[in-house]
């Protein structure tokens, strides 16, 4: 057995995994059996017969039956906190065809309105479906035609709007492109299609009702349910705000940030992009 930290180690360990086929990265002993953990962190590692001597009266018990353990992934790259919020929105993820979008956005449409504006709000729609990944706003103004809409693309740099969102931002065929971004438009008319590219999603992002702190806390648990499952369980978040800031702490203080987290603070005069990814602050001038 090789100890870990082995001086803070008590007299038992308050977890066994035991029976196992443990994968320890550490080139001259790669296999074991079994981990002891103790205090949140890896204690001991070794064959089942040594670690039993860390079992006590109150360790919990894992039986692993030849199961594999690793060591948790790193993310390198995730946004936690505005995935998990795109991911309860009406997520686009798992829709394969046109036909199957419009649907879900039809179904999301029907359900109760948690907002005054009435904004549908979603993520996750395959640019690939689309010729020149250009979906047109008279798609959408046929499911949803009384209220406006924002769709984020999969790619996390372009968004799909609806008549009635491009309204209420303003942009018609005289809106000029804002810097580092693309209001895509009907190559006959010059009128602005419904899709939205870069910087040119905010103008109607940034009229989209904010968050608020549960809707925040809400996406992180999701998220870190999501992380968990795949077995990740370190992440970098870059250009974090005052507000994830914020919901990171509340989760960590209720003993709910079950991955380590490293969020980094977003650079003075850059916002948060269309994906949760950051960008140079732009005007529509």
Partial sequence: MWLVGAAALSAQADLVLRGGAVYTMDAARTRAQAVAIDDGRIAAVGSDAEVASLIGPTTELVDLAGRMVLPGFHDSHIHPISGGMRALSCSLVEARTIDAILAKVRDCAARPRTDAQGWLIGAGWDLSLF??????????????????????????????????????????????????????????????????????????????????????????????????????????????????????????????????????????????GVHGSTTAESSAS
């Fill in 131 to 272: 010729p020149a990944a250009n979906p047109h706003r008279s798609m959408l103004d046929a499911v949803v035609p009384d209220r406006p809409v924002f769709l984020e693309g999969a790619d996390g740099h372009s968004a799909w709007v609806n008549s009635r969102a491009l309204a209420i931002a303003g942009i018609d065929r005289s809106t000029p492109d804002p810097r580092n971004g693309v209001i895509e438009r009907d190559r006959a008319s010059g009128e602005p299609s419904g899709t939205l590219r870069e910087s040119a999603a905010a103008l109607v992002s940034s009229r989209l009702p904010p968050p608020s702190s549960e809707d925040r806390r809400a996406g992180l648990r999701h998220a870190l349910r999501s992380a968990a499952s795949f077995g990740i369980t370190a992440m970098i978040d870059p250009g974090v705000d005052q507000d994830d800031f914020e919901t990171y702490v509340a989760a960590d203080t209720a003993g709910e940030l079950t991955a380590r987290v490293l969020a980094c603070a977003r650079p003075l005069g850059v916002r948060a």
